[in-house]
């Protein structure tokens, strides 16, 4: 089953806002087996919308489309979608129902005045929008089937997840069986060194057990083979991780699974009994975020201190005056006491730290943009500094920074 998606909406291509529904339903169809052909943005605007729905269309049987399903002038894709099919704007009864218990369900008064969420394509289904106000549209004629949500991507991915993809399946349009895959995320090595000197017949050899991806990621690689009907997922597992053992690659390996390294780490240290803490300076509490976005990080999570100058790294970590004096901020003596403070003041098992430059501006040829340190302390009195140095914009130095920081905690713990 070929599937595509089309995000409607102006601002997706002003750069004011980023879509994000695209890779995310990429990635959800993949396990579901559906064959997902592209992503289309376009504008608000007919010949746009008309022109990317005749593409997908010819070469796809399922199109999702997010945006312009909403109340203001230039939510035009219910209108152009019916006189693309020939249909007439009708007021709809359940669509009106559907709208009225949404308002309630947010204590709101729903005024049709207002709006025009009753108001449909004449024979299009009218689907219920689980967290949102304005209701989703399906349509299917010869084979072809239009789904169409509001661009919020919390809506968006609840409609595609609790609406769109059981409808699809009742129809008998996809399998609610999902593809079984077996992910094997690396990290510190780029795809060229991998398939080039690490294990250069690697792709052939894992290509035998399935259909072979390569994803790169913030710091590192997943390679993601897709299995057959039929395979036996543990059975598999085992082979590939023995062709891995046989290469130089397996040093790189920090996961045989799908988890983020967040939620790997919560999961690891709640069943260990380890907690940990944070200082951090150049990644904003940025990994205090991510960490906290993980449900049960409260058992293991004990707090962070965000100390961005000096003075904080000296007040809240004491961090002693002469070590940034000597050796600066953004050095491995002060990043290593900056982890045993914070190990001290939350009285955690294992405290990491970062301090870096993230541009950008601050760098200097010494300590250039994209130079981090980071550093640790662990009950054990296993304590140290590391400093490397990344490429990248202020966010992406950022997320980097972050991500280099957890891959050492999962490592500490991993040993502890």
């Known amino acids: 089953m070929k599937t595509e998606f089309i995000g409607i909406g102006s601002e997706l291509l002003y750069g004011k806002v980023q879509d ?20 289309t943005l376009c ?9 990317s729905l005749e593409r997908a269309l010819k070469r796809s049987d399922v199109i999702f489309i997010s945006g312009g399903l909403g109340p203001t002038q230039d939510d035009v894709t219910k209108k152009i979608l019916a006189d693309y099919f020939g249909k007439k704007i009708v007021e709809s009864e359940i669509a ?20 025009h969420y009753h108001h449909i394509p004449e024979e299009f289904e009218v689907f219920d929008n689980p967290k949102g106000l304005a209701p989703g549209l399906g349509y299917y004629q010869n084979g072809k089937t239009i789904l169409a949500a509001p ?18 399946t009742e129809k008998k349009l996809i399998s609610t069986k999902e593809r079984n895959q077996i992910v094997v995320r690396t990290h510190g090595v780029p795809e060229e060194m991998i398939f080039n000197k690490l294990a250069p017949t690697l792709w052939e050899d894992l290509s035998q057990f399935g259909s072979l991806s390569s994803l790169p990621q913030v710091l ?26 046989k290469t130089e690659l397996s040093n790189n390996v920090w996961q045989w699974g799908n988890l983020t390294i967040e ?14 803490s944070f200082a951090e300076s150049c990644t904003g509490g940025l990994s205090s975020h991510r ?22 790294k000296q007040n809240i970590l004491s961090v002693d005056s002469s070590t940034i004096k000597k050796f600066g901020a953004v050095s491995k003596q002060t990043a290593e006491e900056m982890a045993k403070g914070s190990r001290e003041e939350y009285a955690s098992d294992i405290a990491i ?5 993230a541009g950008p501006s601050g760098g200097t040829p010494q300590k250039p943009v994209g130079t981090l340190a980071i550093g640790w302390a662990t009950s054990k009195g296993v304590n140290g500094s590391e400093m490397v140095q990344y490429s990248g914009d202020r966010d992406w130095l950022k997320k980097r920074f972050s991500e280099k920081g957890l891959l050492k905690l999962l490592e500490l713990v991993e040993t502890y």
């Not at 605007?45 to 022109?51: Q, T, Y």
Request: charged share 25%.
């Open 353 to 357: 730290s970062w301090t870096g430059i």
């Open 291 to 312: 960490i906290t976005n993980v449900s049960g990080s409260s058992g293991c999570f004990m707090g962070s201190a965000v100390t961005y100058s000096n003075q904080a």
């Open 20 to 39: 994000t529904n695209g890779s995310w339903l990429a990635k959800n169809l993949h396990s579901k087996g559906l064959d997902f052909q592209g992503i």
């Open 151 to 168: 661009g919020v991507p919390k809506e968006f991915r609840s409609m595609v997840d609790e609406i769109f993809l059981p409808w699809l």
């Open 96 to 115: 009106a129902s559907i709208v009225q218990e949404n308002y309630q369900r947010y204590g709101k008064e729903w005024k049709p005045d207002w709006n």
């Open 220 to 245: 590192g690689i997943d390679l993601v083979i897709t299995l057959g009907e039929g395979s036996n997922e543990n059975e598999v597992l085992n082979r590939v991780k023995d062709v891995i053992a």
């Open 43 to 51: 504008k608000d605007e007919k010949e746009d919308i008309l022109e």
């Open 263 to 276: 939620e790997l780490l919560v999961k690891n240290c709640n069943h260990k009994g380890i907690t940990f």
